[in-house]
């Protein structure tokens, strides 16, 4: 009996310190790090995402048609991807991460604001490309720094955080409530001066709680083995497949965040008003799939899931071109199109991290992300806005609903990563998951 009393409260009292142990774990620097990247990537993508919820108010000023709004995403896109790829290499070879972090989020907030001072399409076109020149690292170098602070049990779920729940909340779904209230009340380009007081913010944080990570390589033994790396990566058939669900999956979310709100406004009657709410309500989707989708990837594996919701996103479009009145139809239609956002961390960091040696982690994810935004960023949007001119305004939406269709069929093609699935994890462990 005495024993038994010795045992329960043994338990009790380790009850308690577990207790305490994950309160501290709340405040902890990983979970501080999660917090101020997910902010920085989020204020990026809400400056990327801009242009195309203020569409309506400037399209007038600067004589704006779909193919020039296309451009204007494909430049930002293009100098998104070179930028990205190329500053994040340095970063690896100068274990200067934190610095350059610093200076692209502070560098991106000024340009933002310079897109306010255009009078021209031509000034317009040269503050997105700049703008896409400085904001490209943000995200694989908040990646590389998030890889580098997280548990091995956190780190994908960190990295998706990161990656998708702050920028959905951020820019999907606050962005055009903001945005478009401000530009109705005094105008697009004040729209633009205050979105970009934010990041400045963001930069300090960065600047006093995010320390440099420690890194295992040091000098230019990143830099020896990267023709090696790359070389290596064209032999996993993960690799290639998750790099063309890439292109195809950032080409469709990339042409109807540039001509879902015109669309809606010019041919199907909405109101800028009405539509800032079916993009906010795109935003709740995006939240909601951040948790969902890898969720259920953990438990029923990354090849189905990532073929479902691709399939499901086809109705985002779908209902945009079909389904215009009752809002009440329309508004949850897309919402649940959307929910496909929540693959964009399967392909472009859970399966390749789970795929590759982990010394091939970061090159194999920068591939992934640069091609998705040279090619799916870049030729997309022009392409599509060029076929909205001739074809029609609901043509760019095709095309969306016909990529997202062709990412349900490649995803067909992966080979299953999912720990779960596998039987990677002990048996003890797949019980407790």
Known sequence: MVRAREHVAKLAIRGVNEVAMSGRAVFSYENRTMLILGLAFGWAFFDRLSLG???????EDLHLNNTKLGMLASALALTWAISGFGVASLADYFRRRKI?????????????????LATSF???LMARLLLGLVAGPVLPLSQSIMAAESSDHRRGFNMGVVQNFFSSILGDFAAPLILVAIAAAYGWRT???IAAIPS?????????????????????????????????????????????????MVSSLLIQLTFLPIYLVR???????????????????????SILVPALSDRFGRRPTMALFAFVGV???????????????????????????????????TIPSETVPSHFVATALGLIIGLGNLIGGFGAPTAAGMAGDVFGTSAPLWIAAALLFGAGLASFLLRETAPRIVGRM???????A
């Open 200 to 248: 400045l913010i963001v930069a300090v944080l960065i600047a006093f709680f995010i320390r440099e990570p420690k890194d295992k390589i040091i000098g230019g033994a990143n830099s020896a083995r990267w023709s090696a790396s790359v070389k290596s990566l064209l032999g996993y058939r993960n690799i290639w497949v998750c790099a063309v669900i890439s292109c195809l």
């Open 267 to 289: 041919s199907q009657g909405l109101t800028p008003a009405h539509m800032s709410y079916v993009m906010s309500a795109l935003g709740i989707s995006s939240v909601l799939s």
């Open 53 to 59: 919820f203020l569409a309506p108010f400037l399209e």
């Open 122 to 124: 031509l000034m317009l």
């Open 100 to 116: 350059l972090l610093v200076t692209s989020v502070m560098l991106f907030s000024v340009c933002s604001a310079t897109s306010g």
């Open 191 to 193: 729209a633009l001066y």
């Open 426 to 432: 002990p048996p003890s462990q797949i019980s407790a």
């Open 315 to 349: 109705l985002s479009p779908g209902a945009a071109i079909f389904l215009a009145a009752p809002l009440s139809l329309l508004l949850p239609a897309v919402a649940i199109g959307f929910l496909v956002t929540g693959c964009f961390p399967l392909f472009m960091a």
